[in-house]
């Protein structure tokens, strides 16, 4: 991890990676699953990986095993990444209304 020289820097450094505001998406309004999360999103299982643990080690993702047969591996966000979460909508109102050609209508979190 580098330096940092502002809150701003830092916030984008724990973000940064294509699929890490997604995952905080898909995590915004429930546990989930890896390979739920691998289906919602649509990313390999590679990259999933690698984004969640380094979401884990900055302390917005929870990983949380059960000790039951087949063990079951749940995600979550913890009290950082909701306020993460909670963080980012301005930016996506933002973004939704100055660049709507870009913007892409997105299903609530629990849609099919």
Same mark, same amino acid.
């Given at each position: 991890m580098?330096p940092?020289?502002?809150?701003?820097?830092?916030?984008i450094?724990?973000?940064?990676g294509?699929?890490?505001?997604?995952?905080?998406?898909?995590?915004?309004?429930?546990?989930?699953?890896?390979?739920?999360?691998?289906?919602?999103?649509?990313?390999?299982? =590679?990259? +999933?990986?690698?984004?969640? #643990? !380094?979401l884990?080690? $900055?302390?917005? *993702?929870?990983?949380? /095993?059960?000790?039951?047969?087949?063990?079951?591996?749940?995600?979550?966000l913890?009290?950082?990444?909701?306020?993460?979460?909670?963080?980012? =909508?301005? +930016?996506?109102?933002?973004? #939704? !209304?100055?660049?709507? $050609?870009?913007? *892409?209508?997105?299903? /609530?979190?629990?849609d099919?």
């Amino acid at each position: 991890m580098r330096p940092t020289h502002c809150g701003l820097d830092a916030a984008i450094e724990v973000i940064s990676g294509k699929w890490k505001v997604v995952i905080l998406w898909a995590l915004s309004d429930s546990h989930r699953r890896f390979g739920e999360l691998r289906r919602l999103i649509g990313v390999s299982e =590679k990259v +999933l990986f690698q984004h969640l #643990r !380094e979401l884990e080690a $900055d302390g917005i *993702v929870r990983r949380e /095993a059960s000790e039951d047969l087949p063990m079951r591996v749940e995600y979550s966000l913890t009290d950082r990444g909701q306020a993460l979460n909670h963080a980012l =909508k301005p +930016l996506g109102a933002w973004g #939704r !209304e100055y660049l709507p $050609d870009r913007a *892409v209508p997105v299903p /609530a979190p629990g849609d099919s």
